[in-house]
């Protein structure tokens, strides 16, 4: 990354991409920004959360500015393909430059939002930059349920304005956020020996396109358990089935790109599912013809294992597809007509020889709409026998009318490149929102460079537009008032 501009900004990422860095295993990272913000007198705080807060004084001139907020998260999805051997608890993230993409090498590649850390701690790190005072925050486990975000007291961020560095597009200014909720449903049952007489099979799917389940939760890509899902109820419809495993997916908000299910169909009927399972794979992939290139299926016979009791098993299975996913609504004012509104992942299910654990997540710019997706959803598996429990979840960031930073922000934009940005609002959840509960007068926006396929292991960061980003941020800088 030694050629790649901005040089001080690339600099400071190649460092982050050194350090591992798991949602709720950030220690390293932890004392990694406190030793930097330390060794150079800077002031520096670690809350009882994990949240770093490092502040630098505003330059010469600039001493009765507001003060702003960068903010960024530490932790990173830990995703990779699976021939690629690689520790993320202890090695360090392989990247290479592909044209004008920065990507990793099998992996997650740790932008989302390494790259945001990396603009804050190039800026702490710079004593030739225009601003007035500043606090650089740094949040733990925004990947995994935004708890750094939720620990954060009030009174630990003391700006007036707050810039957000965790998007993913280029020339798009975020002002507004969905809120979200997870649902995890539980079969609990005891395992039964293989039916007598009955023939196992294994099924599995692999290399989807994936995704985040807010971002690209309406671009028709498929999702791995429900794929499965459709499968195993036709068989169960048809021919009887006996379930003795069932896994996939990996994160909430992740749309899952694999699974395997292993299950027990009669003897006699064995060579009709196989070839239920050809005319199967046939039409999906003819379905996902446009999202899905490299989706690979694969069937074969296994040795009988102890399967799930017959009503148990019949009973997940039709919950599963049962269960909505993906777009549930659009957003109804005209000018965000293109914007999920509420929507479902059905992101993991994990199977052992007590539980089946189904794990979902909901989304929805209207907080009414988000507590109906998620008592749907909560409706289809407690109608299963399954135990349901729903995180409390976090709100969604409504859009300030009156906002000054979003107003110096789109000026800062049009004096730099000559055309406007977009302001929008994002499908994601991001941690605006619960900053707004706690920090009620805070003026915020978000925006980044851009990236795609984040929480894959395709994900890439488009290389010039960091630059654009950073010479945007350092001219908003400039243009705070007092």
Request: hydrophobic share 40%.
């Amino acid at each position: 990354m030694t050629a790649l501009k901005p040089a001080r900004v690339f600099e400071q990422f190649a460092k982050i991409n050194e350090i591992p860095r798991p949602s709720k295993r950030e220690e390293k990272m932890i004392e990694y920004l406190k030793q930097f913000g330390e060794s150079r007198n800077l002031e520096t705080v670690v809350d009882e959360t994990g949240n770093v807060i490092i502040r630098k004084p505003a330059t010469k001139g600039h001493e009765n500015r507001k003060t702003v907020i960068l903010q960024s998260h530490m932790d990173m999805v830990c995703e990779k393909l699976v021939d690629v051997e690689i520790d993320f608890d202890k090695d360090p993230i392989q990247t290479y430059v592909d044209g004008e993409w920065l990507k990793a090498k099998g992996t997650t590649l740790g932008a989302d939002d390494g790259i945001g850390c990396a603009i804050e701690l190039a800026i702490l790190d710079s004593d030739d930059i225009e601003h007035g005072p500043l606090e650089c925050v740094f949040t733990r486990d925004e990947e995994t349920g935004l708890t750094g975000a939720e620990g954060m007291k009030a009174g630990f961020m003391t700006g007036d304005m707050l810039i957000n560095l965790d998007s993913e597009d280029e020339g798009q200014i975020f002002v507004s956020c969905a809120g979200g909720r997870n649902t995890t449903a539980t079969f609990t049952f005891q395992k039964e020996e293989a039916p007598k007489g009955w023939f196992f099979l294994r099924a599995s799917l692999k290399g989807l396109v994936g995704g985040h389940s807010g971002d690209d939760i309406n671009k028709k890509r498929a999702n791995s358990l429900k794929i499965l899902s459709r499968f195993l109820y036709k068989v169960q419809e048809k021919y009887g089935l006996r379930l003795a495993s069932f896994n996939a997916g990996k994160l909430h908000n992740a749309i899952p790109r694999d699974g395997v299910i292993v299950f027990g169909v009669p003897e006699a009927d064995k060579e009709n599912v196989r070839a239920a399972w050809n005319v199967f794979v046939s039409e999906v992939e003819e379905e996902y013809h446009v999202t899905e290139h490299t989706m690979q299926f694969n069937m074969e016979s296994t040795d009988a294992e102890p399967v799930l009791p017959l009503e148990v098993s019949t009973r997940l299975v039709q919950a599963m597809q049962a269960v909505d996913n993906g777009v549930f609504a659009m957003c109804q004012e005209e000018e965000l007509a293109w914007l999920v509104e509420t929507s479902n992942n059905v992101a993991s299910i994990v199977t052992t020889d007590t539980q089946a654990k189904v794990l979902m997540s909901q989304r929805s710019n209207v907080m009414s709409a988000l507590d109906n997706q998620a008592a749907t959803v909560k409706a289809v598996f407690q109608l299963a026998g399954a135990d349901v429990v729903q995180g409390d979840g976090y709100p969604a960031w409504k859009m300030k009318t009156d906002s000054l930073l979003t107003a110096i922000t789109v000026e800062t934009y049009k004096k730099l490149f000559g055309k406007d940005p977009k302001v929008l609002g994002i499908h994601a959840g991001l941690e605006c929102g619960l900053f707004s509960e706690k920090y009620p007068n805070l003026d915020m926006v978000s925006f980044g460079p851009t990236l795609r396929g984040v929480h894959s292991p395709d994900e890439r960061l488009l290389i010039p537009t960091v630059q654009m980003v950073w010479d945007h941020l350092l001219e908003i800088l400039k243009n705070i008032p007092a």
